[in-house]
């Protein structure tokens, strides 16, 4: 995970060479199918080259007939590279000290996230080899409408020199329930070439697809066959889909998302599941998604990466609603060359994922003016452009041009990455002075497990120091995590649609956002996300001083008439100070105000707050609890400035670390007292300035820093 020498590896191309033999059995056309590969692909069969692909997330398929020898041994060969970003000798780590030049979210990113020296290579999929007799169905894309409507739209392809007649075959059939399907014959006649098919199918008494906290993940079976004219099948294509629908309605005021036209509200976190893609499993997707539904979530966001296809499928049967990123994070070229790459990347994204019905957003690009003075992605190039064809390519989904940052646009993005308690603010309790719409990255970065940090003795030797603090780490950030969760989803009756966490577990062991280590223990955090994010949910309002009122938050469909909160208010010795109860009535799908709290007691004499919902059958719905709720922690020594550059993660109190702040920045920069400018680097990351001053000051920079 660490050190300079694995930068060697991106230094020379990887070639990979084979021999394979071409099956003995009729066909007319040869085809490599390749599911991955990252990052630059070159291929030859025979010494002759027959094609390439830049990516590391999207299959495609080489077409090599002419290439092989049909009764002899073929050599293939693949020459794979993926080169590092040149350093921006103006620029400051870990941020801009490059301008990244691939279209890859999963890359020297540093900071607690990606190891500044990890590069991922090579072919990571399987490659196949597939015979056909020269007829495809490439891809379907599937639209489905609320009233059992289905639009299909296949590309097809005829690679022989003849005119194809035969018949198309549409199979629709239930998955996983026992609704009724439909099925259609219709003839067809495919000139040589690629084109495009459209029918429109109608399912009766669809059954629809819902999150897991709304409904049943209800899944439907399409098969397409093409037929000769003798009734033979030539090729089949299967997908897997759900009907639903999804919109975000926005205003400068609220967002809300609904799901089949009812407002739903978010419930999720961020989510990488490994460093190195190749080492997921099914059986790894299966253990984390189920970590996401025990903590009572509906939601992943797939961050700056496409995952592995089994991913999508598994959100798609166990109804987890997925916000997928593109492969785009902080600054990216803004070449036109650039620009005309990642948008074909993106196409393929969506091409690849656009049936999934668990995937209800598309994002553009993550922080692109992470350096404010840096505006040129989201102002010039590539993120209009990447939006526009978005918009254009998927127009079934919502779509952000990019996320957090621009809060301003709320027709084009609108939603906020916080970190108030973190690395913006000393006090977590300061959220509370901002009204979100959507708020998608809050959290705290907090060390793995002590027998986890154990495991790497470079790891070891330079966190040894928080050894006995961890416990008390883990602790601030669950006390952070749940007053902002609780915090956002009061926001419900206002302004908030839903709020993703940052995030759900770290790749590798380090100082990270995750509330779960790479080994997947659960960190401080991990309980504190499951409890506030119950869907059905007491909590209390407070500002770190004095309690201020009791709510009730309803995500489910289900009322509660008559109900009972009671609260219970402890000192120190566990003496109780108050105990009391009010009738209520919950409704569904909602957020309530029970009471103001009015309590007649001293707040520092509270040590512990617990919560109950009861229903009129006496049964416990829901249960919270505080410790020492109005003597919030303050924000750990050393954070967020301390920092080791061969791990790329802040160490908190370290003394002979440095600070970010005075790490790899412009030497102009060094002449401000380094309080100054951390103090200064918070205050800059908040962002708060108007767009038209931020976009004058950006201007203005590129002149007297970058020319």
């Known amino acids: 995970y660490w050190g300079d020498h694995l930068r060697e590896i991106n230094k020379s191309a990887w070639v990979y060479k084979r021999t394979f033999t071409v099956p003995d059995v009729p066909h007319k056309r040869v085809r490599l199918h390749f599911e991955a590969v990252d990052y630059y692909a070159s291929v030859w069969v025979n010494d002759q080259f027959v094609g390439q692909h830049e990516g590391n997330f999207a299959p495609f398929e080489l077409d090599v007939s002419r290439f092989v020898h049909q009764s002899e041994p073929n050599t293939l060969v693949v020459r794979v590279t993926s080169p590092w970003d040149k350093p921006n000798p103006k620029g400051s780590y870990p941020i801009d000290h490059v301008i990244r030049g691939l279209v890859k979210g999963l890359y020297e990113h540093g900071e607690g996230v990606i190891p500044p020296d990890v590069n991922p290579i090579g072919i990571w999929r399987p490659v196949s080899l597939l015979l056909d007799d020269g007829i495809s169905v490439d891809q379907v894309r599937i639209r489905t409408q609320l009233n059992g409507q289905i639009d299909l739209k296949m590309t097809v392809t005829n690679a022989t020199d003849e005119v194809?007649?035969?018949s198309l075959d549409l199979v629709v059939k239930a998955d996983n329930h026992k609704g009724q399907g439909v099925t259609l014959r219709s003839p067809i006649?495919?000139?040589?070439?690629t084109q495009i098919i459209e029918h429109r199918l109608s399912v009766p008494d669809p059954q629809l697809w819902w999150s897991w906290d709304h409904g049943a993940p209800n899944l439907y079976q399409l098969a397409c066959t093409v037929c000769d004219e003798s009734d033979t099948s030539i090729t089949n294509h299967t997908e897997t889909f759900?009907?639903?629908?999804?919109?975000?309605e926005r205003s400068p005021e609220r967002f809300t998302y609904y799901l089949n036209e009812r407002p739903i509200f978010l419930r999720g976190s961020s989510y990488i599941p490994e460093l190195y893609l190749s080492q997921c499993t099914p059986e790894k997707f299966e253990r984390d998604v189920n970590f996401a539904r025990q903590a009572n979530l509906n939601l992943l966001r797939v961050h700056v990466h496409v995952s592995p296809p089994e991913l999508y499928a598994l959100c798609d049967r166990v109804g987890m609603l997925v916000w997928q990123d593109f492969e785009l994070n902080w600054t990216q070229s803004y070449a036109v060359e650039f620009e005309r790459r990642a948008l074909a990347l993106q196409?393929?994204?969506?091409?690849?994922?656009?049936?999934?019905?668990s995937i209800m957003t598309w994002v553009c690009h993550n922080e692109p003016t992470m350096v404010f003075?840096?505006?040129?992605?989201?102002?010039?190039h590539p993120d209009p452009a990447l939006y526009s064809d978005a918009c254009q390519q998927d127009p079934t989904r919502p779509v952000f041009i990019c996320s957090g940052q621009i809060e301003e646009d709320w027709q084009r993005g609108g939603d906020v990455h916080s970190y108030y308690g973190s690395i913006w603010t000393a006090d977590y309790t300061d959220i509370a002075e901002h009204a979100f719409r959507l708020n998608t990255e809050f959290g705290f970065e907090a060390p793995a497990a002590l027998s986890t940090l154990k495991q790497y003795p470079d790891l070891w030797e330079r966190l040894k120091h928080l050894e006995n603090q961890i416990d008390d780490l883990w602790d601030y950030q669950g006390e952070l995590i749940q007053y902002q969760v609780e915090y956002l989803r009061r926001l419900r009756a206002e302004c908030c649609t839903g709020y993703i966490h940052f995030w759900l577990t770290d790749m590798i062991p380090q100082v990270g956002c995750g509330v779960l280590d790479s080994n997947r223990n659960a960190k401080g955090g991990y309980g504190a996300l499951q409890r506030a994010s119950q869907p059905l949910h007491v909590a209390l309002e407070h500002n770190g001083k004095r309690p201020a009122s009791l709510w009730i938050?309803?995500?489910?469909?289900?009322?509660?008439?008559?109900?009972?909160v009671r609260w219970t208010v402890r000192d120190a010795n566990g003496q109780i100070l108050l105990d009391d109860k009010q009738s209520f009535d919950v409704e569904a799908n909602s957020v309530q105000k029970v009471c103001d709290t009015g309590w007649n007691v001293v707040p520092n004499d509270c040590a512990r707050v617990e919560l109950s919902l009861i229903d009129a059958n006496g049964q416990v719905l829901s249960e919270n609890a505080y410790k020492h709720p109005f003597q919030p922690s303050p924000r750990p020594e050393g954070y967020p400035w301390k920092f080791d550059p061969y791990l790329g993660t802040k160490v908190f109190n370290r003394p002979d670390a440095p600070s970010l702040a005075d790490y790899n920045i412009n030497k102009a920069l060094k002449l401000i007292p380094l309080p100054v400018r951390e103090h200064l680097a918070e205050w800059g990351m908040r962002q708060k300035m108007p767009i038209w001053l931020v976009s004058g000051?950006?201007?203005l920079g590129d002149v007297l820093l970058r020319g």
């Open 164 to 166: 194809f007649h035969g």
């Open 189 to 193: 006649q495919l000139q040589a070439g």
């Open 242 to 248: 759900g009907i639903r629908t999804v919109r975000l």
């Open 347 to 357: 196409r393929e994204m969506i091409d690849l994922l656009g049936n999934h019905p």
């Open 373 to 380: 003075t840096r505006r040129q992605n989201l102002e010039q």
């Open 553 to 564: 938050f309803n995500d489910t469909m289900q009322a509660y008439p008559k109900a009972v």
């Open 697 to 699: 000051i950006a201007k």
